[in-house]
């Protein structure tokens, strides 16, 4: 009987775990727009950060080599996620390699609240790039 009740347990918890993890029904990966960089004069996309306050982060399909990235869920409302590139290395050229990266849930088309800023280096000059909702894709 104790096995019994053991293994209804256990079954019963899995079944919780993936209704728990299961994926919301709008959930949209993101895009960003062509961003012209100083390349010869060595400019490279160091940092991203994106947030916003109508949904979450739901998850990342694969990350550039050598970039760390944060998720902070969202607290008061507001989620956001960071990447940072591990050295001058591994800063890249453009943001081809995070498009449709990033998945985020929850946002609908009212609310244009995801916002992001990108950190360019050259040398020693350090430059941010700011886009808001309207300029980011949001597909499918």
């Known amino acids: 009987m104790l096995k019994k009740l053991f293994f209804v347990l256990m079954a019963v918890s899995g079944l919780c775990a993936s209704v728990a993890n299961a994926a919301p029904v709008s959930t949209f990966r993101v895009f960003f727009p062509r961003l012209v960089l100083a390349v010869e004069d060595g400019e490279r996309v160091t940092q991203l950060k994106l947030t916003q306050t109508c949904g979450e982060f739901w ?24 990447a940072t590139a591990g050295h001058g290395a591994s800063s890249l050229f453009d943001l081809k390699k995070w498009n449709g990266v990033i998945q985020i849930s929850g946002t609908h088309s009212r609310c244009q609240d995801l916002n992001a800023v990108i950190t360019t280096e050259a040398g020693e ?16």
Do not use: C, M, N
């Open 125 to 140: 000059r350090r430059k941010e790039y700011y886009f808001s909702g309207r300029e980011l894709q949001l597909r499918k």
């Open 59 to 82: 998850g990342l399909s694969g990350i550039p080599k050598d970039w760390g990235v944060e998720i902070v869920s969202p607290s008061s409302g507001s989620a956001s996620l960071h």
